[in-house]
């Protein structure tokens, strides 16, 4: 149940996302890329590593 709601929220962003004229992009864009740049400054040696559960893959497994 709360896939399929994640699933409609998501649906709706982005249409919200495609609706949004082409400057107000640009400033979410630029304001991205600002954050970015400020996270590599206060974090130059930062890299992603998810860390895997493995009794959370093994019950998806189990439920396909």
């Known amino acids: 149940r709360t896939a399929v709601l994640m699933s409609l929220i998501i649906f709706l962003i982005g249409n919200c996302w ?5 400057s107000d992009k640009k400033h979410w864009e630029e304001l991205a890329e ?11 040696d930062y890299r992603f590593q998810p860390k895997h ?10 439920r396909n």
């Open 18 to 22: 495609k609706a949004l004229p082409a």
């Open 34 to 44: 600002k954050k970015k740049e400020e996270h590599k400054r206060m974090y130059p």
């Open 53 to 62: 559960d493995p009794e959370r893959n093994a019950s998806v497994r189990r």
